[in-house]
C-alpha cells in the first residue's frame, strides 16, 4: 500500500490562474489514481479559476505564502517539479526543488514533456519523467512506501553527503 505524500512545484506569477487550476487538478487527478497524495500550492492557496494573470504578491503576502510552501515541502515525501521544463523558470519553484532535495534530502522528481538529453539533472535528481503518467509510476516504484524512502535514502547515502557537509562547515569555522 502506498503511503506516499507529494508537492506538485510549479510556476505561478504570471499565469493565467484558470490555466493554473486546470493542471493542477489534472495533476492530482493523475497521481491520485496510483493512489498518491497530493499537495499543490495551487490548490491550497485556493486560487481562483478566473481567466486573468496571477499578479505578484506582496512582500508580507509573499512571506506567508513562502513559509506554507516550506512546510508543504517538509511535510511530503517527494516533490514533483512541474515548471522544469517551462521556458520561462519560477524562482519559487526552483528554490521549492532545492529547498526539498539539498536541505531536506527528499527525492525529486522532474516533468520534461519534450524529454531530456544529456543532461546534470539526470545525476542530480531522483528521476526525470515525460508525463505524469510516468511520474506517478517512478514514484510508486521507488519510493511509495516508508522503507522504500528509507532504502532510497541509504543507497544515495544522504546520511554520509548530510555528515560530511557538516564537517566541512565546521572544519570551515577554524580557518
Known amino acids: 500500500m ?27 487527478a493523475i497521481l491520485n489514481k496510483y493512489g498518491i497524495q497530493c499537495i499543490s500550492p495551487v490548490l491550497e492557496e485556493q486560487v481562483d479559476p478566473a481567466h486573468e494573470i496571477l499578479e505578484n504578491l506582496t512582500e508580507e503576502e509573499l512571506a ?16 514533483l517539479d512541474l515548471s522544469a521544463a517551462s521556458p520561462i ?43 505524469l503518467d510516468e511520474a506517478g509510476i517512478a514514484i510508486l516504484t521507488k519510493w511509495g512506501t516508508r ?6 535514502r541509504w543507497q544515495e547515502r544522504i546520511v554520509w553527503k548530510w555528515m560530511k557537509l557538516l564537517r566541512l562547515q565546521f572544519c570551515g569555522l577554524f580557518r
Open 89 to 131: 523558470r519560477s524562482e519559487g519553484a526552483t528554490h521549492e526543488y532545492l529547498y526539498a532535495r539539498y536541505a531536506l534530502f527528499k527525492p525529486v522528481v522532474r516533468l520534461f514533456p519534450k524529454g531530456l538529453g544529456i543532461s546534470i539533472a539526470r545525476l542530480e535528481n531522483g528521476y526525470i519523467v515525460q508525463n
Open 2 to 28: 502506498a503511503d506516499v505524500i507529494v508537492y506538485l512545484a510549479c510556476r505561478m506569477t504570471g499565469r493565467s490562474k484558470a490555466v493554473m487550476v486546470k493542471e493542477a487538478r489534472e495533476a492530482v
Open 147 to 152: 522503507f522504500q524512502r528509507i532504502q532510497w
Open 64 to 79: 506567508r505564502e513562502w513559509k506554507k510552501d516550506k512546510d508543504f515541502v517538509k511535510k511530503c515525501h517527494v516533490v
